[in-house]
């Protein structure tokens, strides 16, 4: 997958998660659990994924 992509179905993951968390199907930390199973299931095996909580 090129990085054009991957970077939209990254915008996309990200409005679909926030749409679950603002109609309370999702907590946070399910939310975040939702996103990392996501990413793992796009990027290959041996590689890394760093997950940041924003600050407000």
Known sequence: MNDGVFRGRLRAL???TRDMLDM???DEN???TYMIE???AWVHDDAEIHVHRATE
């Open 24 to 26: 309370d199907v999702f």
């Open 30 to 32: 399910e939310a975040r």
């Open 14 to 16: 990200k409005s679909i």
């Open 38 to 40: 996501k990413l793992e």
